[in-house]
Structure formats: structure tokens, C-alpha cells
């Protein structure tokens, strides 16, 4: 009993620092409040882009179950406007409590939306139901529960499907190009698994630190969690509001001007336990913009499906308990999905110092799939296939080769 009341009492600290009890409101675009310090740590996905000089778009996507999200475009690099032909079409898809800053918050020729403009591709930057980009709804209020209460079960289901078939009818193209990120991996694992029709609609899918099965985990956080799984999905249940996120201003404010004034090394640590500890790669100068965007937001219950999947060691749907299991899915467990019905070519980048998407999960993964290039990087851990400085020599160019129709 006293193990489970400093369990709930953290759980409750926790909720309170993200949020959960004290919220400022839930931004419903894309302006973030402005804070001194570095421009990038209070710039928002427009400002990212056009600051550098490249032009944007802001589109909306309604889902099929009433989601808003955001859609960004970057149709062109800064001295290919003229290009004749059609452009390569490419989606670019974040990973867990992120957004589509994720490939923006570098230099340009760091940056893997700047990097895929510049050689000529027509770029789209999607963002999940949740994030700061896309905490709209036709009918429910963000305030509420009731828009909170989905899991990345439903990105799969309904956000990406609806971003894909938005951005074909845009451009007129058949196929498309997917890059996805971490999270931005397993929903299109999920999705192209059981959706045939728009999995052809993919003609390449790049997957850096794909995310599948998650039992070898390694990342201490997620481990803490595991032991306590259905203790914290009864808290949340009963007292919880279901997003997860900081409060923006506070977010802003200890992510960004703290890091200039704690330093570097304390930052940057925050990225190495949860991702895994290798320096090598990273620009510790930046950890102020990196850990501004990041988290973006999500909600409890899709923070909790991962819980779940490194408990459970399966690929799987939501575990909503016996009694709900049978009459959601018609059986007492979950059912899995199956990455050997994944038809699409698949481009596999991955880290050997990734605590996120372990080298024995990654590896389980592989088999199952039509693999076309397998790009290892030893010193990687997880973030560095989106912020590291150098991912533009050890991942980008690989995927403009294949973008763009080199070998």
C-alpha cells in the first residue's frame, strides 16, 4: 500500500508539472507565445520555414473522425522554383510527443525538409492529432476528455490516411514518398499492414528508428513506467484530463531560457536518457531549440499504448482489458499488427546506440518487411536521425538518392 500511494503521488506531480490539473489553455494554431532568448526556441513551423527563406504552405486535414491537423508544404527549395517536371512528392511524419518541427529545427542544410526542397522535391510536413498543430475538432472542445481519449492507434487509423489522400488530390500525383520518424514509423507499419490501397499509394517508405515491437526498450523512462502500467491507466482513467503536454509559456520558458542558464551538458542529458547517450553526433548548442519543440503534445493514452507494448512485447492494438478487449476487437487480447503484410518497399535507417529502437527489436522487424537498404549508423542514438548535424552525410543523402530516382 505505501508503494502504491508515493506511486500515485508521483503520477499526481507529474500530471500537476505537465499540466494535467493547471493548463493554460490548449493552443489551437500554430502561435506560440514569444520569449526572449534564441528566435528558433519561440518560433512556430511557418516562421522555421520562411525565416529561412523558403516558401510555405498551411493546409488543414479533417480526419474522417473529426480531427483538424495541421499540414505544412514546402513546394519548392530556394533555387529550384523553376524546375521543370513534375516535383517528387515526399511526406515527412514526426515521431512520439513531437511535431513536424522536427525536421526544421536545424540549419538548412541540416534539416531534412530544407535538404529534400533543395533537391527538387515537393515537401509536406504532417503533424498528429494532439500536437500543437492539430488541437482542433469539428465538435469537441480540446478542454475536454473526450478529444483527448485516442491512442496512435487512431494517427494509424484515421490521421494517416486522410494526410496521405489530402496531399495526393493537392498535387495530382498517385504515389507519394513517406519519411517516418520514431512514432511516424510504427503507424505507418500499422496502417500499411491492414490498408492495401493505401499502402500502393506509397512508393517508397524511408523509416528512421523504426519502431515496431518495443520489449527491449532500454530507455529508463518508459522502463520506471511498465511495473506500474495499470496502477497509472487507473489514475489517469479516474482523476486524469488525458493530455500530456507543459503548460506552452512554462514549456517555453524552462526549456528554452533555462538551458542557456543551467548549460549545454544538463540539456543535453535530458535528450540522452530518454533516447540513448552518444554526443557524438549532437549540437549541444541547439538542445535550447530542440527542447522548446519537444514535447508538442500528446495524449496520456497514447503515451500509455508504448507503456503497454514494452510490457506486453507484442505489436499490438490498444489492451483496453479483457471485458472491453471483447466487445471492441471481439477477443480477450488486442490484436497484433503484422509487419509481413507491409507490401511497400521499405528504406531502413537505423542507430546502434538507440534506447528507443533497440538493435534485437529493429532486427525482429527486418525479416518481415521489403527491406530495399538497411543504413546502419553505430554511434546514432535516437534523435540523431532527425537532429544530428551530420545525419545530413550518414541518412539525408540516401534518401534523396532514392527521392529522386538515384541509385
Not at 480526419?63 to 517528387?88: F, Q, S, V, W
Not at 514526426?94 to 522535391?121: I, R, Y
Not at 522487424?365 to 535516437?382: A, C
Request: charged share 20%.
Amino acid at each position: 500500500m505505501p508503494a502504491m500511494v508515493i506511486l500515485l503521488t508521483t503520477v499526481a506531480l507529474i500530471m500537476f508539472l505537465t499540466g494535467q490539473f493547471f493548463r493554460s489553455p490548449p493552443s489551437t494554431g500554430d502561435q506560440p507565445t514569444r520569449l526572449s532568448g534564441n528566435p528558433e526556441v519561440d518560433m512556430n513551423a511557418t516562421e522555421l520555414i520562411s525565416s529561412k527563406g523558403y516558401p510555405v504552405e498551411s493546409h488543414t486535414v479533417i480526419t474522417e473522425d473529426g480531427y483538424i491537423l495541421g499540414l505544412y508544404r514546402i513546394p519548392h527549395g530556394l533555387h529550384n522554383k523553376a524546375k521543370k517536371g513534375p516535383r517528387p512528392v515526399v511526406l515527412l511524419q514526426h515521431g512520439l510527443m513531437a511535431s513536424c518541427d522536427d525536421f526544421l529545427v536545424n540549419p538548412a542544410n541540416e534539416s531534412l525538409a530544407f535538404v529534400l526542397a533543395d533537391a527538387g522535391a515537393d515537401v509536406w510536413l504532417g503533424n498528429s492529432r494532439g500536437n500543437i498543430y492539430s488541437r482542433r475538432h469539428t465538435s469537441l472542445d480540446p478542454h475536454t476528455f473526450e478529444f483527448w481519449n485516442f491512442r496512435w492507434d487512431e494517427m494509424a487509423e484515421y490521421d494517416l490516411p486522410a494526410t496521405i489522400y489530402y496531399i495526393l488530390s493537392q498535387t495530382g500525383h498517385e504515389q507519394l514518398y513517406y519519411v517516418g520518424f520514431s512514432q511516424g514509423t510504427a503507424i505507418a507499419f500499422a496502417r500499411f499492414s491492414e490498408d492495401q490501397e493505401l499502402a500502393s499509394r506509397v512508393k517508397h517508405f524511408m523509416a528512421l528508428a523504426p519502431i515496431g515491437r518495443v520489449n527491449n526498450m532500454k530507455s529508463p523512462v518508459f522502463r520506471f513506467l511498465v511495473p506500474f502500467a495499470d496502477e497509472i491507466m487507473f489514475f489517469l482513467d479516474t482523476f486524469g484530463h488525458g493530455e500530456f503536454d507543459f503548460p506552452e509559456p512554462f514549456h517555453h520558458q524552462w526549456m528554452g531560457a533555462l538551458c542557456q542558464k543551467w548549460g549545454e551538458l544538463i540539456c543535453e542529458n535530458m535528450v540522452f536518457l530518454l533516447c540513448g547517450f552518444d554526443p557524438t553526433s549532437f549540437n549541444a548548442s541547439r538542445s535550447d531549440v530542440y527542447l522548446s519543440h519537444v514535447p508538442a503534445g500528446a495524449s496520456s493514452f497514447t503515451l500509455m499504448q508504448w507503456v503497454q507494448g514494452v510490457k506486453s512485447g507484442r505489436f499490438q492494438h490498444f489492451d483496453y482489458g479483457e471485458q472491453e478487449n471483447l466487445r471492441k476487437y471481439g477477443q480477450k487480447t488486442p490484436p497484433l499488427y503484422n509487419p509481413r503484410n507491409v507490401k511497400v518497399p521499405v528504406a531502413v535507417f537505423r542507430g546502434g546506440h538507440d534506447s528507443l529502437a533497440d538493435t534485437t527489436d529493429v532486427e525482429w522487424l527486418l525479416p518481415q518487411l521489403n527491406v530495399t537498404h538497411d543504413i546502419y549508423v553505430p554511434r546514432y542514438q535516437h534523435t540523431d536521425m532527425v537532429y544530428g548535424f551530420d545525419a545530413v552525410t550518414s541518412v539525408y543523402g540516401h534518401i534523396v538518392n532514392i527521392v529522386m530516382g538515384k541509385k
